[in-house]
């Protein structure tokens, strides 16, 4: 008895760890969207240009600092000529501030570049949120296609060993041959191989949702149901198709975004050689103390400055031709690739749409194949039943009926993941 508790003891974390969580395709969007990885990324990326925003921002503000110090000196050097040897300790604590006033518009553009930034991030979250989606939905479907394909392969397996006892039944009652009975074994065995993959595939395609989801050490599962992504309209011509791609592609607004940054990095990089104009000041309380007998000994009092400074750096060595010419070729390039990415997004389009197309061929000309197939095997068996067709026949329309279903199974999962896909080129995918 103790033996029985202590096992239990110990497999009871293992049985609560292994808990399944079953999800529909709504759920399992939804926990994507709070914790995959990417997404996470996305927000996370939010916070950093949130804070550069604040760094670029603090340019513009006045800068104040609270500066004390405390000094001992002693000056021997007209000791020579009779002079009495002064020491003189002082302390003293200071209030500044600087302002700048005029800076040729790097500060402006800076602040600028920042809040274009904080778009971007808008952007990144966006892309990540739609690949997410793409990829839950394929993942969805693939442990649909999965379980099905893994449902069919038992189905055959079950066939064969009734084929199996069927043959055996005729062999005992002197109707069937030894030939006959390993045939029948034969295919049975030929059918667990494919039983072993498909079950293995169904537990794949799992654990890629399960990654997707960020489930950490969680097992999840689909609900047994053959709900699908929702059907948003499609484009009805490719024109349609690319204008929406323009306008909705998260990574092609990102990276319009960028070029404005980019835009801004050649206004800050083209004002280090300009005037600027900076005020700057400070007030505070100044203690002098002289080794002097005389009344004047101590020297305390409140001491302040303001000022307007101007510095124009008007030649620094060509520095900031150099850095405007990068600056320059950073955004003619970031301009490049916007319009080799319009090209490639055009590609992705007609390539999602013909994908899109095809896969809508091939499952409806599927959808009657398996009715088709059945009613062959009804009467190839019956056929059989009667002597009038051989075993060769039966399982010839059989294998025919397997595939049928096969195919027709692989064409539902691609036509989902293709009306997805077409979603995904256009930038609407889940929204």
């Not at 319009?342 to 749409?353: G, N, S």
């Amino acid at each position: 008895m103790k033996l029985v508790l202590l096992a239990l003891v110990v497999l009871m974390p293992a049985v609560c760890a292994a808990e399944t969580k079953v999800v529909t395709l709504a759920q399992a969007v939804s926990i994507a969207m709070d914790k995959n990885r990417d997404v996470e990324k996305a927000r996370e990326y939010a916070n950093y240009v949130q804070g550069k925003y604040v760094e670029e921002r603090a340019a513009a503000l006045p800068q104040l600092s609270l500066n004390g110090s405390v000094a001992l000196s002693k000056d021997e050097s007209q000791k020579i000529f009779g002079t009495t040897v002064q020491r003189q300790f002082g302390k003293s604590a200071d209030l500044s501030v600087s302002q700048p006033l005029f800076t040729w518009g790097k500060l402006n553009a800076a602040i600028r570049a920042a809040k274009v930034g904080l778009k971007t991030a808008d952007e990144q979250l966006r892309l990540y949120r739609q690949a997410t989606y793409r990829d839950v939905v394929a993942a969805y479907h693939d442990i649909q296609l999965a379980r099905e394909l893994s449902r069919l392969a038992l189905e055959n397996r079950s066939q064969k060993l009734r084929h199996l006892d069927e043959a055996k039944r005729k062999f005992g009652a002197g109707v069937a041959t030894d030939y006959d009975v390993l045939a029948a074994e034969v295919a049975a065995e030929n059918t667990q191989p494919e039983v072993i993959r498909s079950e293995n595939s169904v537990r794949i395609a799992r654990e890629r949702l399960r990654f997707l989801l960020a489930m950490g050490k969680d097992d999840v599962d689909i609900a047994d149901s053959k709900e699908t992504a929702s059907n948003r309209t499609l484009p009805t011509s490719y024109e349609e198709a690319i204008q929406t791609a323009r306008k909705r592609r998260p990574e092609l607004s990102d990276l319009r975004l960028r070029i404005g940054i980019y835009d801004e990095l050649v206004t800050i990089a083209n004002a280090d050689n300009k005037p600027r104009l900076d005020l700057r000041g400070s007030a505070g309380w100044h203690w002098a103390n002289l080794d002097d007998p005389s009344p004047a000994r101590d020297a305390n009092g409140a001491a302040w400055n303001v000022g307007a400074y101007l510095s124009f750096p008007f030649f620094d060595g060509l520095k900031t031709s150099g850095r405007v010419a990068q600056a320059k070729s950073d955004l003619r390039t970031k301009q490049i690739e916007e319009a080799k990415l319009l090209d490639a997004i055009a590609l992705e389009v007609r390539q999602a749409e013909y994908s899109y197309n095809e896969a809508a061929e091939i499952k409806k000309a599927l959808s009657g194949t398996v009715k088709q197939a059945e009613r062959l095997v009804e009467m190839a068996e019956k056929g059989y039943e009667f002597g009038v067709k051989i075993r060769l026949e039966v399982d010839d329309a059989q294998l025919n009926l397997l595939q049928a279903k096969s195919n027709l199974a692989r064409a539902e999962r691609d036509f989902r993941v293709a009306e997805v896909n077409y979603h995904w080129s256009i930038g609407v995918a889940g929204e």
